[in-house]
């Protein structure tokens, strides 16, 4: 991309575009150049609402926005059912793709999104935020640790939130013709990606869905859960919900030692980060007590969007 500043244009009001435009205007290597709406009217209300410079563009659609020479990279926080769509032509439009998550309804849509990034040369990135900040190479470090951890044997994570006031009607998470995924393509995806993170990206053996799952009168899930198994026994789990408060656990087991967090999608707090973590705990006492786990606080000057938009940036 470019040395010294990446022009960003954000195709959609959604309100995650909010956080993330916060995070461009915190990233020394970006700025938000453009923005892009299905009424240019919204597009000038979001870029005044979130305090962008008078000089951002505001374009009334996103092919618009799109055919700007000046733009060198789009966020897309655009619903599911549509990234296949303003991917494809952000990408042969040479435009770099920060695309939110998930990034596509089949993975064979995601695939074709990738190999049109490659046949173009554009950068491609999902907009995970958590394996940006700083804390997460710490607790990968720990996880590789024979001494520490051991070897793994299993995961456990959890994403909840509970929908409030017309969520349930209004959202476009509920929407089959918008995230037709629902809590699964939403919350769920942090879940499986931590554990997929945990066991290092190795595909399992199986997946079983729990039995009981929640779907909305349109058949979207708006919670459910599954076991993954390895070949060698290793096994994970995950819940994910619109109807529980709000939760972010994980949890990863060793033979030797285990890691937990509360809040592995979002951070307690923005400017730092904590995990728990303990190796070879011990009842003592005649097992009336055993060790608390030791707390590490990493911290950041910089929240965890930014640090991957300013990553982004630097492909």
């Not at 092919?63 to 032509?89: F, I, K, N, R």
């Not at 064979?108 to 900040?133: K, P, R, S, Y």
């Not at 290793?234 to 994910?240: L, P």
Request: proline letters at 5%; aromatic letters at 10%; a negative charge.
């Amino acid at each position: 991309m470019a040395e010294e500043n990446v022009r960003f244009g954000i195709l959609g009001c959604a309100g995650i575009a909010r956080k993330v435009a916060r995070a461009i205007l915190l990233t020394p290597n970006s700025s938000v150049y453009a923005v892009a709406s299905r009424s240019v009217d919204k597009a000038k209300e979001f870029a005044s609402a979130n305090s962008l410079s008078s000089e951002v563009k505001a374009y009334g659609s996103y092919e618009q926005l799109l055919d700007d020479p000046c733009v060198d990279a789009v966020y897309m926080p655009l619903p599911t059912s549509l990234h296949l769509q303003w991917a494809l032509m952000a990408a042969h439009k040479k435009k770099h793709i920060l695309l939110e998550k998930p990034p596509a309804l089949a993975v064979e849509d995601l695939d074709t999104i990738l190999e049109a990034c490659n046949a173009n040369g554009v950068q491609f990135m999902d907009g995970t935020m958590w394996m940006h900040h700083p804390r997460t190479p710490k607790m990968k470090a720990f996880l590789q640790s024979p001494d520490l951890f051991g070897e793994l044997k299993s995961v456990h994570s959890v994403f909840t939130f509970a929908g409030a006031g017309k969520f349930f009607e209004e959202d476009i998470r509920v929407k089959p013709d918008l995230d037709a995924h629902g809590a699964l393509g939403d919350v769920g995806w942090y879940c499986i990606r931590a554990i997929l993170w945990a066991n290092d990206y190795e595909m399992p053996r199986s997946v079983t869905a729990h039995p009981g799952p929640i779907l909305n009168e349109a058949g979207v899930i708006t919670a459910c859960g599954a076991t993954f198994s390895w070949q060698d026994g290793r096994v994970a789990t995950f819940h994910c919900s619109f109807h529980i408060q709000l939760s972010m656990d994980l949890s990863v087991h060793g033979s030797k030692g285990i890691l937990r967090l509360h809040d592995f999608v979002i951070p307690y707090e923005e400017g730092s980060g904590s995990y728990f973590s303990s190796t070879d705990a011990k009842l003592v006492e005649m097992d009336t007590v055993w060790g608390r786990p030791s707390e590490h606080r990493i911290t950041t000057e910089l929240p965890q969007e930014t640090l991957m938009v300013q990553e982004f940036a630097s492909l």
